[in-house]
Nanobody, 123 residues
């Protein structure tokens, strides 16, 4: 069982930046960020392989968000720049307990979840 603890987030003006962190209690095959806005379904944001090599982004955040992984600390980060009002959501950290990489954008594929953290972008 892997526990995930998120930190960061908060309130920012449109165009600003925020950083999220997710500390894992053990190693995983892949870690990802998902988000769920008010009245919306949970959607994929970004993912990174456990090796810290391959990275994947949703089109809506490509070029603005950067996902990274510090294997020594078992911690994943999401640097969010040029934030927009539509980025407002609860952001969740997730991790795969098996190498099911083909379904990386499907939240149902993930075995472990953090508690979620609020990101609010004022327009």
């Amino acid at each position: 069982q892997v526990q995930l603890v998120e930190s960061g987030g908060g309130l920012v003006q449109a165009g600003g930046s925020l950083s999220l962190s997710c500390a894992a209690s053990g190693g995983t095959y892949m870690m990802a960020w998902f988000r769920q806005g008010p009245g919306k379904e949970r959607e994929f944001v970004a993912a990174i392989r456990g090796s810290g090599g391959s990275r994947y982004y949703a089109d809506s955040v490509k070029g603005r968000f950067t996902i990274s992984l510090d294997n020594a600390k078992n911690t994943m980060y999401l640097q969010m720049n040029s934030l927009k009002h539509e980025d407002t959501a609860v952001y969740y950290c997730a991790a795969l307990g098996s190498p099911d990489y083909n379904n990386r954008e499907d939240h149902k594929a993930y075995d472990y979840w953090g508690q979620g953290i609020q990101v609010t972008v004022n327009s």
